[in-house]
């Protein structure tokens, strides 16, 4: 990782963030310490490089797709593979996904560069364009509100102003033939204590026409299984479920666990 006008790159952690590196660097001091972050202000104005290599394997490269996949990328960011750009973000909200499997090499290192712009900068930018003022209580450069980014990074009472950028979630590639579950939306309605029903709303991305059977389970055991015929492109496939004496929802570490899981077969 360095900055886009720097020579030296540093070591980065992956899921992490600019500052954090730079602070395990030692290029930085702590950010949590009195008025550092005033210091650290010349952060947030900066275009940050992320470079890394792999391979490979002759089995990967004959699947049928190929996806490289970043559950979360803070924010504006291009993603380049082997000198092609494959990805173009700006929401750090959000997974983003893209097959690559046509830029891919065997047999050498393949380069995965992804180039983050100053969230400010852009910010600026598109605020130059807006012919309103936009409030924004934590932001003094009022660029918050334009950017889909945690708010607290641009400073609130309780945190300093740490405007990062980063792969702050997890990278991978994602190999599959045929057809893969895309999205799944459960919609319950409870009659009374005793009994919840579910419709389970599952979105799988064919590359064919294919006959299978979708299996959703509840608990670890199998709730329902059912024969579908999976049509070549986007679709989405409609389960419906009964469950007898549901565990009802609680907050995250609140309640017993409960764990659903769907598998197109």
């Given at each position: 990782?360095?900055?886009?006008?720097?020579?030296?790159?540093?070591?980065?952690?992956?899921?992490?963030?600019?500052?954090?590196?730079?602070?395990?660097?030692?290029?930085?001091?702590?950010?949590?310490?009195?008025?550092?972050?005033?210091?650290?202000?010349?952060?947030?104005?900066?275009?940050?490089?992320?470079?890394?290599?792999?391979?490979?394997?002759?089995?990967?490269?004959?699947?049928?797709?190929?996806?490289?996949?970043?559950?979360?990328?803070?924010?504006?960011?291009?993603?380049?593979?082997?000198?092609?750009?494959?990805?173009?973000?700006?929401?750090?909200?959000?997974?983003?996904?893209?097959?690559?499997?046509?830029?891919?090499?065997?047999?050498?290192?393949?380069?995965?560069?992804?180039?983050?712009?100053?969230?400010?900068?852009?910010?600026?930018?598109?605020?130059?364009?807006?012919?309103?003022?936009?409030p924004s209580m934590n932001d003094k450069k009022k660029t918050c509100p334009l950017t889909r980014k945690a708010p607290y990074h641009y400073g609130w009472d309780w945190?300093?102003?740490?405007?990062?950028?980063?792969?702050?979630?997890?990278?991978?590639?994602?190999?599959?033939?045929?057809?893969?579950?895309?999205?799944?939306?459960?919609?319950?309605?409870?009659?009374?204590?005793?009994?919840?029903?579910?419709?389970?709303?599952?979105?799988?991305?064919?590359?064919?026409?294919?006959?299978?059977?979708?299996?959703?389970?509840?608990?670890?055991?199998?709730?329902?299984?059912?024969?579908?015929?999976?049509?070549?492109?986007?679709?989405?496939?409609?389960?419906?479920?009964?469950?007898?004496?549901?565990?009802?929802?609680?907050?995250?570490?609140?309640?017993?666990?409960?764990?659903?899981?769907?598998?197109?077969?």
């Open positions: 990782m360095k900055a886009e006008d720097d020579t030296a790159w540093i070591g980065a952690t992956v899921p992490g963030n600019v500052h954090f590196d730079l602070l395990h660097a030692k290029k930085i001091p702590d950010p949590f310490y009195g008025i550092n972050e005033k210091l650290l202000e010349w952060i947030e104005f900066k275009n940050w490089l992320y470079i890394s290599e792999f391979e490979v394997n002759d089995n990967i490269l004959k699947s049928e797709n190929i996806d490289l996949v970043f559950e979360g990328l803070d924010t504006y960011a291009t993603v380049f593979l082997n000198g092609y750009q494959v990805l173009k973000t700006d929401n750090m909200f959000r997974a983003w996904e893209t097959n690559v499997k046509p830029f891919l090499k065997v047999g050498t290192k393949n380069t995965l560069l992804i180039k983050f712009e100053s969230p400010v900068m852009k910010g600026l930018e598109i605020l130059s364009k807006l012919p309103y003022a936009v945190g300093p102003r740490l405007v990062t950028s980063g792969i702050w979630r997890p990278v991978y590639l994602h190999v599959w033939n045929t057809a893969k579950i895309d999205n799944v939306q459960i919609i319950s309605k409870l009659e009374g204590k005793d009994k919840a029903h579910l419709t389970c709303n599952i979105e799988i991305d064919a590359t064919q026409d294919i006959a299978g059977e979708i299996d959703v389970q509840y608990k670890g055991s199998l709730g329902v299984r059912k024969k579908v015929m999976v049509k070549k492109g986007i679709g989405i496939y409609t389960i419906d479920l009964v469950i007898d004496k549901p565990m009802l929802w609680y907050p995250t570490g609140y309640g017993n666990s409960r764990f659903m899981s769907f598998m197109f077969l």
